[in-house]
C-alpha cells in the first residue's frame, strides 16, 4: 500500500454527521417549504460529493478505519435521537429508514451479489411481521428469540421457492417471486387467523427486561420511547452491514459474483451454482423477516396492505437507487424512498408521481446509483 | 490401462436433426499437445463443451485420467482437474483481475461459509498466498500485470485478457488443458508471443497436457506434438501437423489447395 492511498480518518467520521444530521432535520421539520429546499440542498451536495471524488474518499477512509466509522455512526446516531428526543413521528422515521435498509441489504445479496432478481421482497418482509405477530400469542416466548424465529421461519417459508428460484433466471426468476409476493398478501387477506384484512396487534418489544414502551430519562432530559426502537433497528441495520460485508470481502463474495456474471464459466472452474444461490436467498430472506419482525412490534399492528406489490417495487427501486451491489447506498437510497412521500404529503396524490420524477432524475445523473460499486477490497492488511 | 489423460470413444452430440459430433474417437496422450483443427463448424467447440461437460453428449463414452467422466457435471469434471479457456473471452470484466484468475483455484480453496466470515485470521493468510500465487502466474505472461492485479479486468487489452483467462486455468493446476482459440480476436505479432509464453510457463509447470483449437496454422504448426482434424463432426485425419497439411482430404475440407506454408514462422 502507498502512502498516496492512505486516507485520513475525518472524512468517514464527517460523513456519518452530516448524514444523521441530515436524516435528522428531514425528519424533524414540518414546513414543506424548509423540507424542499433541504432536500434540494441534500441533492446539490451529494451531487457535488460524487463528481469531486469526495465520496470515494469518504468511502476509502471509511475502508480503512472501521472502528473509527462504527463509532461515529453510532455517535452520530445518538446525536440524532437527542436531536429530536420528543418528537416521536420523527424517530419512528428515522427507525423505519434503518429498517427498509436491513431489507435492502439483504436485497443487495440476493439481488447484487447472487443475481437473483426478488420482486416479492414485501412477502418477506411480511412473513416475519406475521411470523412475529403469531408468536406474540405466546406472552412467555423471550422477545430476541421472536425476532430471530421470525427471521428464521422467513427461511423457511421462502426455501419452498428455493426449487422454482434454482431453475429460473432473470425475468421469469422475477416473476416467481412477483406472483409470491401477490400470494401472500392474498393468503393473508383470506385468512381468519391472521386477522384476514383487519389485521393484527402485537405486543412492543421487551429487550433483557427493558420494556421498549418506555421513554428513556436521562437526569431530566426525557427522551421519546421510540430512540429504543431507534437503536435497535441500528443495531440490526448494523449486523446487515456485517453480514453483507463478510460475504462481500472474502472468498464467498468472488464466488457470489461470478455466479451472477457468468454461470458458466462458473460452473467451469467447480463453482457449486445452486449452493451459492441458496445461499444468498437464505441470507436475504433473514435480514428481510428480522426488519419486518421488528418493524410489525414497533408499530404495533401489521395488516395485509403494509406488504404490497408497491412495497416490494419500493425495495427494488431501493437498491437500483442506491446502487446495485453496494451495501451502502441502501440508506441513502431508503432514506429518500421513505421520507419523501411522508414528507410530501401536501401535494397529496401527486407526491407518488414527485417520487418517480425525483428517482428518475438521480438515476439520469448517476446511472450507478447514489453510492456505486467499486471494486473489491477485500483485506486491507493484505490487499491495498 | 493405457496412459492417455483423454479417451473418447464413439462421442456423439445432436443439435436436433444436425450432428454435431458423430461417434467420434480421441485420445489425448499424457504430457502431450495436441491441436484440433477443421472448418468453422465442424465439431470443436462442440467437443470442448462435451468435455468438459458444458453439454451432455448423446452417445458415446468419455475417460478422463483413467476414470469414467461420461455426462458428469462440470463442476465433478473440474474437481477431477480439468480446465478450460473459451472461444469468446468469458472474464467477468466488471471484476479485478485478481478475482477472475482466483476463480479458477476455486476447486483448491473451496473453504466454507463460517471459515469466511468468522475466521478473518485464516482468511487473510490464504489471501496472501493466492495473491502471490496469482502474481507469479501473470509474471510469467507479463509482469506489468502484477501491478494492475485490482484492476478491472475491463481496464485491459485483449492480449493482457487472453492472459488473464489463461492464468485462471492455469491456477487450479490442472492435469489436462483446454484451449478453445487463444487466438482469436489478437495480431498475429500478439498471437505467436502469446504462444511462446504458454510454452514457457508449460515448461515452469511441468509437462501440462493440453489440447488447443486454433485457426491459425503457424500456432499449429509451433507449439503442438500432433493434430486431430475435424470435419462435420468426424476425424478425417491424424498426424503431426507436416502430414496433416499434406493430406490431400484435408487440403480439400479446410486448408485449402493452395496451402503451402505458414505466413507465422517457428518462434
Not at chain 1, 113 to 131: D, E, I, R
Not at chain 1, 247 to 273: H, K, M, P, Q, Y
Not at chain 2, 36 to 45: A, D, E, Q, R, V
Not at chain 2, 199 to 226: F, K, N, P, Y
Request: proline letters at 4%; aromatic letters at 8%; charged letters at 15%.
Amino acid at each position: 500500500m502507498t502512502s498516496a492511498q492512505r486516507a485520513a480518518p475525518w472524512p468517514a467520521i464527517i460523513a456519518a454527521f452530516v448524514f444523521a444530521g441530515m436524516l435528522a432535520a428531514v425528519a424533524a421539520i414540518d414546513n414543506q417549504r424548509l423540507v424542499i429546499a433541504l432536500l434540494c440542498v441534500f441533492a446539490v451536495v451529494w451531487m457535488a460529493a460524487m463528481r469531486l471524488g469526495v465520496l470515494a474518499r469518504v468511502e476509502r477512509s471509511a475502508g480503512q478505519y472501521p472502528h473509527a466509522l462504527r463509532g461515529a455512526i453510532l455517535l452520530a446516531a445518538l446525536a440524532a435521537v437527542a436531536l429530536l428526543h420528543e418528537d416521536n413521528f420523527g424517530l419512528l422515521m428515522i427507525a423505519t429508514v434503518l429498517l427498509y435498509a436491513t431489507c435492502c441489504i439483504g436485497l443487495t445479496i440476493q439481488l447484487g451479489y447472487a443475481g437473483l432478481s426478488n420482486f416479492g421482497a414485501a412477502g418477506f418482509v411480511g412473513t416475519g411481521a406475521y411470523a412475529a405477530a403469531v408468536f406474540n400469542w405466546l406472552p412467555w416466548l423471550p422477545d430476541p428469540l421472536v425476532l430471530v424465529g421470525a427471521g428464521l421461519i422467513t427461511v423457511i417459508v421462502g426455501s419452498l421457492l428455493l426449487l422454482p428460484v434454482l431453475r429460473t433466471r432473470g425475468h421469469y426468476a422475477a416473476l416467481t417471486t412477483l406472483a409470491f409476493g401477490i400470494m401472500f398478501g392474498v393468503f393473508v387477506d383470506a385468512t381468519p387467523v391472521l386477522g384476514g384484512p383487519q389485521g393484527l396487534k402485537l405486543a412492543g418489544i421487551t429487550l433483557l427486561g427493558w420494556d421498549f414502551s418506555n421513554d428513556i430519562r436521562v437526569a431530566n432530559f426525557v427522551i421519546s420511547f421510540y430512540a429504543n426502537y431507534v437503536l435497535l433497528a441500528l443495531a440490526i441495520f448494523a449486523l446487515a452491514i456485517f453480514i453483507a460485508s463478510r460475504l462481500d470481502r472474502s472468498w464467498l463474495g468472488i464466488w457470489l459474483d461470478s455466479v451472477r456474471l457468468d454461470e458458466t464459466a462458473s460452473a467451469v472452474f467447480g463453482v457449486n451454482i445452486g449452493w451459492w444461490k441458496i445461499l444468498a436467498f437464505t441470507a436475504g430472506n433473514f435480514l428481510a423477516g428480522l426488519a419486518g419482525a421488528t418493524y410489525a412490534q414497533m408499530m404495533g399492528f401489521i395488516a395485509p396492505n403494509n406488504f404490497t406489490l408497491a412495497d416490494s417495487l419500493m425495495l427494488v427501486s431501493a437498491v437500483i437507487l442506491g446502487g446495485i451491489g453496494n451495501r451502502w447506498g441502501a440508506l441513502p437510497a431508503t432514506a429518500i424512498l421513505v421520507l419523501l412521500p411522508e414528507k410530501l404529503q401536501f401535494i397529496q396524490e401527486y407526491r407518488l408521481l414527485l417520487f418517480a420524477i425525483v428517482v428518475v432524475v438521480i438515476l439520469m445523473a448517476s446511472p450507478a446509483g447514489l453510492v456505486p460499486r467499486r471494486i473489491r477490497r477485500l483485506e486491507p492488511g493484505v490487499v491495498a | 490401462m493405457n496412459n492417455n489423460v483423454l479417451d473418447c470413444r464413439g462421442l456423439t452430440v445432436r443439435f436436433g436433426g444436425v450432428l454435431a459430433l458423430n461417434a467420434l474417437d480421441l485420445e489425448v496422450g499424457r504430457g502431450e499437445i495436441l491441436g484440433l483443427i477443421g472448418p468453422n463448424g465442424s465439431g470443436k467447440t462442440t467437443l470442448f463443451n462435451v468435455v468438459s461437460g458444458v453439454y451432455r453428449s448423446d452417445g458415446g463414452s468419455i475417460q478422463f485420467d483413467g476414470e469414467a467422466v461420461t455426462r458428469l457435471s462440470p463442476q465433478a469434471l473440474c474437481r477431477r482437474g480439468l480446465a478450460r479457456t473459451f472461444q469468446r473471452s468469458r472474464l467477468c470484466l466488471s471484476l479485478s483481475v485478481f478475482d477472475n484468475v482466483v476463480l479458477g483455484a476455486y476447486r483448491r480453496i473451496n473453504s466454507g461459509v463460517v471459515h469466511n466470515m468468522f475466521r478473518r485470521r485464516a482468511f487473510a493468510d490464504e489471501l496472501k498466498l493466492y495473491v502471490e500465487k496469482c502474481g507469479e502466474l501473470l509474471a510469467i505472461f507479463n509482469p506489468q500485470l502484477t501491478t494492475r492485479l485490482f484492476d478491472p479486468a475491463i481496464s485491459l487489452g485483449m492480449i493482457d485478457r487472453r492472459r488473464v483467462e489463461i492464468c485462471r486455468a492455469l491456477i487450479g493446476q490442472p492435469k489436462l488443458l483446454l484451449l478453445d482459440e487463444p487466438s482469436a480476436g489478437m495480431t498475429q505479432d500478439e498471437t505467436s508471443q502469446l504462444m511462446r509464453e504458454l510454452i514457457a510457463v508449460r515448461r515452469q509447470l511441468g509437462s501440462l497436457t493440453i489440447v488447443i483449437i486454433e485457426h491459425e496454422m503457424g500456432v499449429i504448426e509451433q507449439v503442438t506434438d500432433r493434430c486431430v482434424v475435424l470435419n462435420y463432426g468426424r476425424k478425417i485425419c491424424e498426424g503431426r501437423f507436416a502430414e496433416v497439411a499434406t493430406d490431400p482430404v484435408v487440403r480439400e475440407a479446410y486448408l485449402g489447395r493452395a496451402y503451402t506454408k505458414s505466413p507465422v514462422g517457428p518462434a
